[in-house]
């Protein structure tokens, strides 16, 4: 599930805020105005980032028995310029806070993997660890043959976990 476009429009507000607060003079009340604006785009769009997540982990909770989730290696994956920002983004620390605090109440299992589990590397066809792939390779083939959507293999093999 991508992010919102809402967050995506509201940090350009964001960043638009600053740009506007950084060209005010010092102790002037254009800047004081500026600087009002800009805390209000900041707590608009951390409101949205938790509406965002709770919609989310209620409906994951709502729909399954069994969540499995992966704890990642957040600074590594910081790491990565690309994935870094949906990372931020949608807080996954917080997500999985929520998912675990909702399937407790309503009687579900959450099941965190491991932090080393190698999701992305294991074949869910034949079981083979394949080596480690970049963050751009979206899709690959194992040597049995079987294609793979480097999410929904992962997915897979988290989802062995709940065996
Ligand atoms: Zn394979």
């Given at each position: ?8 429009k ?6 638009k ?11 002037s009340?254009?800047r ?22 709770h919609k ?10 069994v ?15 690309k994935?870094?920002k949906s990372i931020?983004?949608?807080s ?25 589990f ?11 660890k394949?080596e480690?792939k970049?963050m751009?390779v ?10 793979h959507d480097?999410?929904?293999n ?10």
């Amino acid at each position: 599930i991508d992010n919102p476009r809402l967050l995506r429009k509201s940090e350009e507000k964001v960043k638009k805020a600053q740009r506007t607060l950084s060209r005010k003079k010092a102790g002037s009340r254009n800047r004081e105005k500026a600087r009002l604006i800009l805390a209000k785009r900041h707590e608009k769009i951390a409101n949205q980032r938790k509406d965002f997540l709770h919609k989310l982990s209620r409906r994951i909770v709502d729909e399954n028995q069994v969540i499995v989730v992966e704890t990642l290696k957040s600074k590594d994956m910081m790491k990565d310029h690309k994935v870094a920002k949906s990372i931020g983004d949608v807080s996954w620390y917080e997500f999985v806070r929520q998912l675990e605090y909702k399937s407790n109440f309503y009687g579900r299992t959450l099941i965190k993997a491991d932090p080393w589990f190698a999701s992305t590397q294991i074949c869910s066809s034949c079981g083979v660890k394949g080596e480690k792939k970049a963050m751009d390779v979206r899709e690959w083939t194992c040597a049995c043959g079987a294609h793979h959507d480097r999410d929904i293999n992962a997915s897979l093999n988290l989802l062995m976990l709940a065996d």
